[in-house]
Structure formats: structure tokens, C-alpha cells
């Protein structure tokens, strides 16, 4: 036991001497869960427009201070003819341009109808689908509001209620990717270099000469990035809290423990990675080709998975993040229970027994 | 001096696939020698040493380091040996009182031994003014003299030294098999591997293997004789080339 300290006590001087390594550790997660949080979001707001107004009158002057008065909008500049348009997207301040038909009052009142045309620059077509859809619930606001007393043969009124994110705050979706990336990227990539470095400088040779044992060196180098990780989960967990208001609607008790499982997920797919590599440089190739990828991409933080080609839908299983995302959504969000995610969490102690084994084959394949 | 066996060798062996690394090697080594294992790069010295240190398995063939089997005691050998490798491996962003502790420690030393012992390190090597820098500042002459004093912390019967003079200069060298004579009069074995066939000269015996079999083993006064050779360097290449 006094060994171990002692091994455990030299890795913190090697992590708390290494700058890089510090950053790594302490300064990208506070770095990434702000700007995934605050920079990368789906919301608009004050999106600049610009007003193309052919009737001028107190209808359309209504609308246009109803949309000016939201905080999605502001009102830009007002064109006075069509030839403008194009002029002012290339200048690429403006996103959409509302473009009022002649006689927009009169139409309303005497045909009932009237068009308002909604243009958006497409070149980012996430945020012009999101403009119009504003835009149009503006309108239709507007006019429900001016119809009150009219009688409609019948009318079906869709009533859409957000469940888990009634706001739809993008930061929610974030959150919990953020801290999946984090959790994996220290976990996995900094247990691997940090092993492969040993085996790099000789180290390890001298440790597998010594009365320890493989897999009390092995323990020794994790445990260190074992309580590095959950006090990194921690930090995300409390700035998700209380920077993003993130709501933890299940149990935080869950919560850890989950984490602390899928850390050592992490960890024993570090370690596999150290054992098939010879060199840091490898290993960090590695980490990064081989997790950062899929996680950002397979995991379904960002690009939901039911919309992927059916291979990739597949592929995805293999991706430990995938469920991992799945349990925290379901805890912090949802408020579920293991009732629910046992599955998941089975998968995923599936994974680390897998990884275990095989880097311990892989290991003693090594020694002979 | 008491003729007690440490090493015991007998057709030892280690083969990967086809290819025989150490093929039926034989020696004995007594206790307070210092054993030469000489020969040119890939003629099987690091194989062999790395099987009498306990990581790596023999083929076939059976020995004894400590009066332990390296079959059947691997651990019980692992703590009365010590090992230096070529890298003369200590942790660069460690001082030089933190890796004192830290190899003590993987040894089972309590913190009053580890103590004891770097006090009187300090004093014999005078590592008084750079004891609390870090490995990474000095030179490679003191880095090797500090891995050899840190593989004898635990006061190994036998120290396994893996060419431990590569890229030191000539005087610094000479210091550091100074620093041998002295360890080996106290009654530890050195079991060193070399190409310096200079340093062959210091040894009290050496073995040459060439292609995975020792081709001669004596002391360098006999093995010049036999080979009619004016130095190690010739008797190494008379039977390097057959």
C-alpha cells in the first residue's frame, strides 16, 4: 500500500509539472463547456433584418413593431425597392428581408388576405430555417390576435409543448456532450500517453524489473486521472448548474456513479491504447483519430442518430459515448431512474470488461 | 571470498517463431564477480539478460539467479536484483531526491531507510547541490551514476547492468567502473553487458556470444592467450568472424 502512494504521489508531480498536460486537464473543460454553452447555439437572437415595406400603413407598421419589439429581431435598415435586396445579403449583415406587399391593409380587409414575403439568406441554412419559422409565428400570433371575433367554419389548432427542454435551449443538448468529450478525451488520451511515456523513456522497464506487479503499475498510473476525471465531472456538472441553469432532474447520487463508470470505460480504453502503441505520438493519434471523432460524430451529440444512413446508425453501438449520452440526458433531463437505463449501463460495463481483457492480453503478449 | 553461485544457467533458450534469440546458453556466475556478457548488437545479450531478470519467459533450458528458478520464483528474484537499463531511465521532471524515494519506495523501503540511504549518497557522490534539481538539467554523467546508486537502493545481490556506459565520454566512464569495483568489493555481483570491448578488460570474466551461443567463456588474461590476441578487441573478432 505505502508503494502505491508513493507511485501514485510521483504521478501527480508528473501532471502538475507539465503545463501542457495541465491545460489540458483543467483548462479545456472550463474552455469548452463555455464555448459549446455561450458561442455554439441554435437560438437567434438579434438577428439583424431589413424591412421592404410597399404599403406603409398602420397594419403593416403594426407587424413591424411587433417584430422589432421582439428580442429574435432587430430591424436593421427599411429598402425601398426589390433591386435592393440582393445589395444588401451580399453585404452579409443582414440575415432576412420582409418584403410587404402593395396595399397590404386594404387586401386584409377587403380579401382577407394578404402576403408578407419572408427572404432569408440561405448560405447558413440552419439559421434561415430558424428565421422563417420566428418570423411566421410572429404572423400568425399577430393575426389570431386580430381575428378574435371572426368565426371560422372550424379551425385545428396544433398545440405543441416541448417536453424536458420546454425552452429549447441548445446548451442542454451541449451539456451533456461537452462532458462526454471531456470525461474521454482526459481519460483515454492522457492515461495512454501518459503509459506509453514511460515506456518511451525506459521507465517501464525498470517498474516491470521491480517486486511490483504489471497491474499494480498499470493501477497506479490510472488512478490519478481516475480523480482527475471526477473532479473534471464535477466541475462541468456545477458550471452546467448554475452558469446554464441545467436542470439535474434525476438523482445526482446516479449521476456520479454513472459518470464514474464511464470513466473507467474511459480509462480502460487508455490503457488498450497504450498497449497497442510504442510511442506518445501514437497513442495521441490515436486517441484522436480513433475517439474524438466518432464521439463527435457517431455519439449523436451533435447529429441525432436516427437521421444517419442505417451502417452508420449500426456503427454507432460500438461508440461508448453513445449510451453514456443517452444515460445523463436521461438522468439530467428526464429525471429517470436506473429502472430505465439499465440497459445502457450494462453496455457500457460490458465495453470496459472487453477493453480490460483484451489489454491483458495484449499485455502479457508483450512481456514474452 | 567465499565461491557461491548467484546465476546459474543451463541451455537456456528463447526462440520468437523460427528464429532462435538465445540459443542453449550455459554459465555459472559467483557471488561478488564481475561478469562481462559481451557480444555484437542481435547476438542475443538483452534476450538473455531480460529472461534472467524475470521479463521475459524462457523457450526452454533452465536457471537460477539468486538462488531463485526464474520459472517458478520470478518475484522472489525481482527483489534481490537490480537493473539498469541503457536509457539509465530515472524521471526527467522528478529532482533527484524525488526519484531517490520514489525507486526506495517501489522497493519497499520505509521512509527512514530511503533517508538513511540518500544521505549517504549525497555525501559519497557530493550530490549536495543538485539533489532538489530536476533529473532533466543534468548531465548525462550524473544521470548515470545516479541510476546505477538508484538500482542498488535496496541492496540487490546481484545489479544487471544493459550497457550502461553508452554515450558517456571515456573519463566519465572510467569514474563509473570505479564505481563498479567498489560496488562488486562489497560482495554485490555485476552481471554487465558491453560492446566496449575496453571495458571487457575490467571484467573478471567475460563470455562472447555470437549468434545466440556463447562462443567462449574465461578471463580476459586467458582468452587473449588462447586467441593469441593482444586485446579483447581481437579475441572479440577472431571469433565474431569465425
Known sequence: MKRFIGFIEKEFYHIFRDKRSLFILFGMPIVQIMLFGFAITNEINNVDIAILNNSKDTKTEEIINKIASSKYFSVEDFIQNENEIEAIFKKGKVKAVLNFETDFSKKLITENNATVQIITDATDPNTANTISNYVSAILQNYSKTNNKNIKLAYQIVPKTRMVYNQELKSVFMFVPGVMTIILMLVSAMMTSISITREKELGTMEILLVSPLKPFQVIIGKVVPYIFLSIINAIVIIVLSMFVFKMPVEGSLFLLGAESILFIITSLSLGILISTVSATQQTAMMISLMALMLPVILLSGFIFPITSMPVPLQILSNIIPAKWFIIIIKGIMLKGIGLTFIWKETLILVAMTLFFIVVSIKKYKIRLE | ?242
Request: with cysteine; hydrophobic share 40%.
Open chain 2, 1 to 242: 571470498m567465499k565461491e557461491e553461485t548467484v546465476i546459474k544457467v543451463e541451455n537456456l533458450t528463447k526462440q520468437f517463431g523460427d528464429f532462435t534469440a538465445v540459443n542453449a546458453i550455459s554459465f555459472e556466475v559467483k557471488k561478488g564477480e564481475i561478469f562481462g556478457f559481451l557480444g555484437a548488437n542481435g547476438a542475443g545479450k538483452t534476450t538473455a539478460m531480460k529472461m534472467l531478470i524475470g521479463i521475459s519467459n524462457p523457450t526452454s533450458g533452465e536457471a537460477e539467479v539468486a538462488s531463485f528458478n526464474v520459472y517458478k520464483n520470478p518475484n522472489s528474484i525481482k527483489k534481490n536484483i537490480g537493473y539498469m537499463s541503457q536509457k539509465f531511465a530515472l524521471y526527467d521532471d522528478l529532482t533527484v531526491k524525488e526519484n531517490i524515494t520514489f525507486f526506495g519506495g517501489i522497493y519497499g523501503l520505509t521512509r527512514k531507510q530511503i533517508n538513511e540511504k540518500r544521505q549517504l549518497l549525497v555525501e559519497e557522490l557530493g550530490l549536495q547541490e543538485i539533489v532538489n534539481n530536476l533529473v532533466s538539467s543534468l548531465p548525462l554523467g550524473w544521470k548515470q551514476k545516479i541510476a546505477f546508486s538508484v538500482a542498488l537502493l535496496h541492496n540487490p545481490k546481484i545489479v544487471f547492468l544493459d550497457e550502461p556506459t553508452g554515450g558517456v565520454d571515456p573519463i566519465t566512464r572510467r569514474q563509473f567502473w570505479e564505481m563498479i569495483y567498489k560496488t562488486a568489493n562489497q560482495g554485490t555481483t555485476i552481471f554487465v553487458t558491453t560492446h566496449y570491448m575496453d571495458e571487457a578488460e575490467y571484467c573478471d570474466r567475460v563470455s562472447i556470444m555470437v549468434n545466440g551461443k556463447i562462443e567462449a567463456l574465461d578471463t580476459p588474461k586467458n582468452l587473449k592467450e588462447k586467441y593469441k590476441a593482444k586485446s579483447m578487441n581481437d579475441v572479440f573478432l577472431k571469433l565474431a568472424r569465425g
